[in-house]
């Protein structure tokens, strides 16, 4: 099974400024014959189900604001929130698609400082 | 627009049995790989199964022998048989669709396996 591992567990962020979310997956989820990574990532708010908000790993999903973006190949990802909104106050989450068990990162939660 | 909606959460005792439900409206559910999830606040996020557009079902080795996934077309809905119960199952158990990641999900049904 692929791994994928988070970082931080948690971060605070003052309102306007950069968070940024790692995601580390233990083997590569790049598909060398369509060069695309099989990553999205989610948001998830109290009492919600996750919300997709990027896959292939950087291709924003219709309606999400452009403060969010994906980053990273291979094995390394980053999700950058560029100016922290008090409606972003989430956990968030990588997954990889590339293979089957489908498998989550432990989540990010993000807060305000 | 596209909506799932689970149903058949409940208490149960270990060793019991518990269907879910998801009904789907606005897409063919059988047009795209369609999955169970499961969210508890010590293991997080958990893939548990899918159906693929063919009708082929995937298991992750935690429900491998005990859950049984199907699917009705003429209902447009999806379902989840689980048998043999335990605690470590207790969780929110959500549908959703996947084209590339999880685009759509449930609202999720809570399962609770408790003596």
């Known amino acids: 099974d692929i791994v994928m591992t988070q970082s931080p567990d948690s971060l605070a962020v003052s309102l306007g400024e950069r968070a940024t979310i790692n995601c580390k997956s233990s083997?590569?989820?790049?598909?060398?014959?369509?060069?695309?990574?099989?990553l999205a990532w989610y948001q998830q708010k109290p009492g919600q189900p996750p919300k997709l908000l990027i896959s292939?790993?950087?291709t924003r999903e219709s309606g999400v604001p452009d403060r969010f973006s994906g980053s990273g190949s291979g094995t390394d990802f980053t999700l950058t929130i560029s100016s922290l909104q008090a409606e972003d106050v989430a956990v968030y989450y990588c997954?990889?698609?590339?293979?089957?068990?489908?498998?989550f990162g432990g989540g990010t939660k993000v807060e305000i400082k | 627009q596209v909506q799932l909606v689970e149903s058949g959460g409940g208490l149960v005792k270990p060793g019991g049995s518990l269907r879910l439900s998801c009904a789907a409206s606005?897409?063919?559910?059988?047009?795209?790989?369609m999955s169970w999830i499961r969210q508890t606040p010590g293991k997080g996020l958990e893939w548990i199964s899918y159906?693929?557009?063919?009708?082929?079902?995937y298991y992750a080795d935690s429900v491998k022998g005990r859950f049984t996934m199907s699917r009705d077309n003429a209902k447009n809905s999806l379902y989840l048989q689980m048998n043999s119960l335990r605690a470590e199952d207790t969780a929110v158990y959500y549908c959703?669709?996947?084209?590339?990641?999880?685009?759509?999900w449930g609202q999720g049904t809570q399962v609770t396996v408790s003596a």
């Open positions: 959703a669709r996947e084209p590339t990641g999880f685009d759509y």
């Open positions: 606005g897409f063919t559910l059988s047009d795209y790989f």
């Open positions: 159906i693929t557009t063919s009708g082929t079902m």
């Open positions: 083997q590569t989820v790049l598909y060398s014959s369509s060069n695309k990574n099989y």
């Open positions: 292939w790993a950087s």
């Open positions: 997954q990889q698609y590339y293979t089957t068990p489908r498998t």
